[in-house]
Protein backbone atom coordinates (compact mmCIF):
# COMPACT_ATOMS: atom_id res chain seq x y z
CA UNK A 1 0.00 0.00 0.00
CA UNK A 2 1.21 3.38 -0.98
CA UNK A 3 0.86 5.96 1.81
CA UNK A 4 -2.18 8.52 0.60
CA UNK A 5 -2.94 11.75 2.54
CA UNK A 6 -6.47 11.81 3.30
CA UNK A 7 -9.13 13.45 1.16
CA UNK A 8 -10.05 16.99 2.55
CA UNK A 9 -13.33 17.14 5.08
CA UNK A 10 -16.25 18.66 3.66
CA UNK A 11 -16.95 21.94 4.81
CA UNK A 12 -19.16 21.78 7.96
CA UNK A 13 -22.98 22.52 7.34
CA UNK A 14 -24.30 25.79 8.34
CA UNK A 15 -28.20 25.88 9.41
CA UNK A 16 -30.09 29.12 10.64
CA UNK A 17 -30.31 29.03 14.35
CA UNK A 18 -34.43 27.98 15.41
CA UNK A 19 -34.25 30.07 18.69
CA UNK A 20 -32.19 33.29 17.25
CA UNK A 21 -31.77 32.80 13.89
CA UNK A 22 -28.28 33.05 13.36
CA UNK A 23 -26.13 30.97 11.92
CA UNK A 24 -25.30 27.27 13.78
CA UNK A 25 -22.63 24.95 12.39
CA UNK A 26 -24.60 21.94 11.88
CA UNK A 27 -21.55 19.16 12.71
CA UNK A 28 -20.46 17.02 15.61
CA UNK A 29 -18.24 20.10 17.00
CA UNK A 30 -21.28 21.82 17.87
CA UNK A 31 -22.49 20.06 20.93
CA UNK A 32 -25.87 22.32 21.06
CA UNK A 33 -26.45 21.80 17.82
CA UNK A 34 -28.97 22.62 15.86
CA UNK A 35 -29.15 26.04 18.18
CA UNK A 36 -26.17 28.11 17.61
CA UNK A 37 -25.17 28.36 21.97
CA UNK A 38 -26.37 27.10 25.39
CA UNK A 39 -28.09 30.36 25.81
CA UNK A 40 -30.45 29.74 22.71
CA UNK A 41 -30.63 25.65 23.55
CA UNK A 42 -31.81 26.78 26.75
CA UNK A 43 -34.42 29.37 25.86
CA UNK A 44 -36.28 27.14 23.59
CA UNK A 45 -36.24 24.22 26.38
CA UNK A 46 -37.38 26.42 28.70
CA UNK A 47 -40.13 27.98 25.99
CA UNK A 48 -41.21 23.66 26.14
CA UNK A 49 -41.06 23.67 29.92
CA UNK A 50 -43.45 26.64 30.47
CA UNK A 51 -45.75 25.59 27.59
CA UNK A 52 -45.07 28.36 25.13
CA UNK A 53 -45.45 25.86 22.87
CA UNK A 54 -47.89 23.77 22.19
CA UNK A 55 -49.68 21.28 20.03
CA UNK A 56 -53.27 22.05 20.00
CA UNK A 57 -55.43 18.79 20.27
CA UNK A 58 -58.93 18.37 18.58
CA UNK A 59 -61.99 16.97 20.10
CA UNK A 60 -63.72 13.93 18.05
CA UNK A 61 -67.38 15.03 17.61
CA UNK A 62 -69.36 13.86 20.67
CA UNK A 63 -66.77 12.62 22.83
CA UNK A 64 -66.05 15.30 25.08
CA UNK A 65 -66.89 13.48 27.80
CA UNK A 66 -66.10 10.12 27.68
CA UNK A 67 -63.00 8.40 28.48
CA UNK A 68 -60.31 6.87 26.62
CA UNK A 69 -60.15 3.00 26.95
CA UNK A 70 -58.60 1.18 29.50
CA UNK A 71 -54.64 0.26 27.91
CA UNK A 72 -54.28 -4.07 28.23
Avoid: H, I
Avoid at 33 to 42: H, V
Avoid at 49 to 62: I, K, L, T, W, Y
Amino acid sequence: MTDRPAPPAAPARTVRCPACGGPSVFAPQNPYRPFCSERCKLQDLGAWASESFRVEAQEADGAAGDSPPPLQ
